[in-house]
């Protein structure tokens, strides 16, 4: 066949055809690239830690660390030929437990677990403009939680399920039907406990409800089942989502919800499942101007959502400055813009924009997972102590609503 004929019969082919070509090329493309880059089993690992960053993880002095595994007290770490000892995050887990027995009266400060009258902490990101960090927030925020010892749920609500390929699940060949959070919320009797759906990660403490393109079912039955006159078990749309999240809430102190970046019947379900909201904010005026749109059609359709008897009581809602450049005179003009309209709800820390987030995202890692010497130490250190100043800030609002001393 000539190219003239090939290029015509090309023209004529269906859209829906060629983009489904695309979508399995894409689709192979993607599992082979997975392959080359976790060998030989495509899962991922989590590096281990040296005995510093142990130490700034659980607030002990390295020398104190040292004596723990000379005397073989606690986990034993790997000793490198060099001396230098280094321990797995699991292991990490085990050096809390061992220092909370030995040291009961500082056992919250080694293992911060969520108490008797402190309830499970959901936090939901949410915008439905892209580019505003969203997932990457949700990543970070679950990662760092995992390390400073929370037992953590993160939950992929979002169908494109950039969060689950972060961990290394590719939708399309790792997850069957009912694999995600639809497989608990939908409204026919093949609905599955939530506990069936959890994954373990290999991030110690951090566990995952995959996402995937079957989220969209919940999208599409969702408006029949409004019109039905039988009321579906399992509770009205927006109440799903924090039944099946119940179910699990003795497992865990924080969930963390990537939402879909519509406002559609998903992502109200995680408003009113969640205790707090985030929001996510890229400092340029059309994201500016797209969250103006995006918070008048959702205060309308929570206010349709509370008026039918969804709960939206949430302990605190804040705006999150993500990809902020500040030495930036524009975007600094937007955040002192953000900062003087509403006040303390936005963030006092940012984070800012780094080519060592972006270099680890290349590979599906987070900075967490990176040694601080693969990308530079100054680089590494500016968006380490970025993040860190962020996270530390939610962290300190959820002890708020736990009641927890400052």
Known sequence: MSSLAASQVEAVAPSDDRISTHA?????????MRERFFPPEAQKELRKFSIGEVSRLVSVSDSHLRALSLEQLGPSPEIQANGRRLYS???IGELRKYLAEARPKDTKNFLPWRGKGERLQTLACVNFKGGSAKTTTTLYLAQWLALQGYRVLAVDLDPQASLSAMFGIQPEFDLRWGDTLYGAIRYDDKRKPLRDIIRKTYFH???????NLELME???ETPSMLSSPQRADGGMFFERVGHALASVQEDYDLVVIDCPPQLGYLTLGAVCAATSLLITIHPQMVDVASMSQFLLMASDLMRVVREAGGDLSHDFIRYVVTRHEPHDGPQSQIVALLRSLFGDDVLAASVWKSTAIADAGLTKQSLYELDRNSVGRATYDRAYESLDAVHREILGLVHKAWGRAA
């Open 89 to 91: 995050l699991a292991q």
């Open 24 to 32: 399995r090329l894409l689709s192979t493309q993607l599992q082979s």
């Open 218 to 220: 919940f999208e599409h």
């Open 205 to 211: 403490g951090l566990d995952l409800v995959p996402g």
